[in-house]
């Protein structure tokens, strides 16, 4: 059964910095692309970034591009979302999502992902 396990949001002034981390089991890891999501409170989940299975793919929603970068760690089966310049409008629980995909074709919607890991809240004020 796959498991996503969120970890490293928290509260964070505007400007900061904050590293999310998503570790993954029971599936092999470099055959899936991963990607961030959030949900705001009273808004629908939006897509953030995500990775192809090699790393070599990413893509960014525009409203964090330049300011956030994700990548993968295959050998300790973990994805990363380095966060900086962070806004107040970044606030939101944070989720991970894997899909199968061995492939460089990256995903950034919502349905294409499989598995989904509880959340990490972060909260940036201002």
């Known amino acids: 059964q796959v498991q996503l396990v969120e970890s490293g949001g928290g509260l964070m002034q505007a400007g900061g910095s904050l590293r999310l981390s998503c570790g993954s089991s029971g599936h092999t890891f470099s055959s899936y692309g991963m990607g961030w999501f959030r949900q705001a409170t009273g808004k629908e989940r939006e897509f953030v970034a995500a990775i192809s299975w090699s790393g070599r793919s990413t893509d960014y929603a525009e409203s964090v591009k330049g300011r956030f970068i994700i990548s993968r760690d295959n050998n300790i089966d973990t994805a990363y979302l380095q966060m900086n310049n962070l806004k107040p409008e970044d606030t939101a629980v944070y989720y991970c999502?894997?899909?199968?995909?061995?492939?460089?074709?990256?995903?950034?919607?919502?349905?294409?992902?499989?598995?989904w890991g509880q959340g990490t809240q972060v909260t940036v004020s201002s």
């Open positions: 999502a894997a899909r199968f995909a061995p492939s460089e074709v990256t995903a950034n919607a919502a349905p294409r992902y499989k598995y």
